[in-house]
């Protein structure tokens, strides 16, 4: 299926920039159409003291919640404009709690672009998180660092392959892409690739994907590993599975898909 139909997850903050900007790129590359979209929930201050606030505070606090979502609509309608994509740009707003309604609202689209979650304490209702999304939506999500600045798209990737059911659907998912790029690099972490996966090379040549396999021995953590392979070869991509264990124990205990949003300086395509 072909990338006509881009969502971006936008909060108009100066660091969130770099992820419309990309999907700006990705929309007009595939000539396709972008959605940019903010959800908002509860602030913090309500949910934790609802009850004892009165209630013109809470009106205030929403005043100024309504007045903040149009400033990231005019950021969005500036950035498309300038962009000359304004006629193929819309812009939307979700009331939503936990991410759960954006995730459901984004199971239509081709993609799903959105930046580093945002950790300050008064927006965080305004923030869209991207493990979240992944999960509740079944889109695949690339995530583009803050203030991430290339010219044109990425034409070197590294997809991490262990073998397991969500990295082969990242790859499914990411396949109209990799297929555009000079380079893939298909990363195993441990002393050996999984089985089949000589089979897999194999199967992206097939498709006129100039891949090639290395393996890299486990370096702190998986995620810390990727990170420093993808360095190495100087991709400008990563292709990976979205928690293969549990959102409850990556959130616990960490895991590869959290270290490598957490460290990455590269955009990362997921899939859940």
């Given amino acids: 299926m072909s990338t006509r139909n881009i969502l971006c997850t936008y909060n108009g903050k100066d660091t969130a920039i770099s992820s419309l900007r990309y999907a700006i790129k990705i929309a007009k590359h595939h000539d396709g159409w972008l959605t940019g979209v903010v959800r908002h929930g509860r602030p913090v201050l309500e949910t934790r003291f609802g009850g004892q606030i009165p209630s013109e505070v809470i009106k205030t606090i929403h005043d100024i919640d309504m007045a903040r979502i149009k400033e990231v609509s005019d950021s969005f309608s500036r950035e498309t404009t300038a962009s000359d994509f304004a006629e193929r740009s819309e812009f939307v707003e979700i009331n939503d709690e936990e991410d759960l309604a954006l995730g459901k609202f984004a199971r239509s689209y081709d993609l799903i672009v959105t930046g580093i979650p945002e950790n300050e304490v008064s927006a965080t209702h305004l923030a869209a ?13 690339l995530i583009v660092p803050d203030r991430y600045e290339k010219e044109g798209l990425a034409e070197n990737a590294v997809v991490a392959w262990d073998g397991k059911r969500s990295a082969a659907r990242a790859l499914g998912d990411a396949m ?13 972490v441990g002393k050996s690739a999984p089985d089949g996966t000589d089979q897999l090379i194999k199967n992206l040549k097939r ?32 292709v990976m599975g ?24 590269v955009p990362v395509f997921m899939s859940h």
């Fill in 129 to 141: 998180h991207p493990d979240v999304i992944a999960l509740h939506s079944g889109r695949p999500i």
């Fill in 176 to 188: 109209p892409i990799l297929e555009e790029k000079a380079k893939v690099t298909v990363l195993c």
């Fill in 207 to 238: 498709h006129g994907i100039d891949a090639n396999l290395i393996t890299r021995p486990r370096d702190h953590s998986v995620g810390h590993t990727i990170l420093s392979a993808t360095r190495e070869v100087g991709a400008q991509l990563i």
């Fill in 242 to 265: 979205a928690y293969e264990h549990s959102k409850f124990s990556h959130d616990f205990f960490g895991g590869a898909t959290t270290d490598v949003i957490a460290g990455t300086n």
